[in-house]
């Protein structure tokens, strides 16, 4: 079975031209495929039925990510949907609603997409990386996180404004996938999202980063530091091994020049861990002058022993970077009682 939301929009139109039908009926998919959302190839009433059967006789399909389970947090500006793939793996996905009346700025509504279930990189402080890894998830899973926010969204007479790569799993280590689920949400004839709207966060996959910056995109790139030196990174996250602190800053600098997007570096901030002032001092000494930006996460509850560091130390932490020129900001926290904040998503709903 192939889900339609697999193809890129010069697919489908491949497709049905193969298959003996004029060009135009690919727009008749692709259209309702990104803005009325159908369960059912059925559901497309304006395509001819003798099409719609061949498709289904030829194994398409839509919609094969089906959502079993939705959590809502009591404020309502947080929805965590587990979602059920055709091998009967789940994967979760949350959608982050920002107010604008209780933090100024523009209202947002923005998707943490998850790339794989599990993951390998086995972050010590992250749900999901102590899970494990499971599986690859398809261009399909990925696009149809989106899809199903996007629905719902939809029914409220709202939309889809920002996705960020930093559900479950590591992004750069399912490249293909990802980065065919981003042509297709950012293309006109598909999702349709401007690319500037899009944000992929890696724990800093040198090979990975240096590959994106290669794809002529104007897409957000975030690389999770969470340490100034090798030592402490390498027990923080243990799969560090071959990309060195200096190796991940550097491509960082090489994508910021490629594709002219800042680069943010992503710090979880750890009690007694990667909190003192001594490290502020080093992770500014090591980003002063590179134009970068730091986006300090005090950590969230998981299932590990680590612990949020107080308000004060966090905004001591803040100011030693800040003082020293580098641009930083304290990450707004959400979902953290519905397990849906960052380094939280575990496909614990199903528990
Ligand atoms: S923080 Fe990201 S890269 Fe690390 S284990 Fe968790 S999901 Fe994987």
Request: glycine fraction near 8%; include cysteine.
């Amino acid at each position: 079975m192939t889900d339609l939301y697999r193809l890129l929009p010069e697919e489908m139109e491949k497709l049905v031209t193969d298959m003996g039908y004029p060009r135009y009926r690919a727009d008749q998919i692709l259209l309702p495929l990104y803005y009325k959302f159908p369960k059912d190839i059925n559901d497309i009433p304006q395509l001819p039925k003798k099409l719609r059967e061949e498709l289904t006789e030829a194994g398409y399909t839509i919609g094969s990510a089906k959502e079993t389970h939705r959590v809502v947090s009591e404020d309502g500006d947080t929805t965590k949907l587990l979602l059920q793939l055709p091998n009967d793996s789940s994967v979760e996905t949350v959608l982050m609603q920002y107010n604008p009346t209780k933090i100024g700025g523009h209202p947002r509504s923005t998707i943490c997409v998850s790339t794989q279930i599990g993951c390998a990189m086995g972050c010590v402080f992250c749900a999901t990386g102590q899970m494990g890894f499971e599986t690859n998830l398809k261009a399909e899973h990925i696009v149809s996180q989106v899809i199903h926010f996007a629905e719902i969204l939809e029914q409220r007479g709202e939309h889809v404004t920002n996705l960020v790569f930093m559900g479950m799993g590591e992004p750069m280590a399912n490249y293909d996938e990802m980065i065919r689920a981003v042509k297709i949400l950012t293309h006109d004839r598909g999702f349709g999202l401007g690319q500037r709207h899009i944000t992929i966060s890696t724990i800093g996959i040198a090979s990975g980063i240096e590959k994106l910056a290669e794809e002529n995109l104007q897409i957000g790139l975030a690389i999770s530091l969470h340490a100034p030196n090798n030592k402490l990174r390498k027990e923080l996250v243990p799969t560090a091994g071959p990309n060195s602190v200096e190796d991940i800053i550097e491509s960082g600098r090489n994508y910021f020049k490629k594709t002219g997007r800042r680069v943010t570096f992503e710090y979880a901030l750890m009690e007694g861990i990667n909190d003192s002032l001594e490290i502020a001092e080093e992770l500014a000494k090591l980003l002063h002058g590179n134009g970068s930006h730091v986006n300090i996460i005090p950590i969230n509850p998981t299932a590990g022993d680590f612990k949020r560091p107080s308000e004060s130390r966090v905004s001591e932490f803040e100011q030693i970077l800040s003082k020293s020129g580098v641009n930083c900001t304290v990450r707004v926290e959400k979902g953290t009682e519905i397990s849906a904040a960052c380094g939280q998503l575990r496909t614990d709903m199903i528990d």
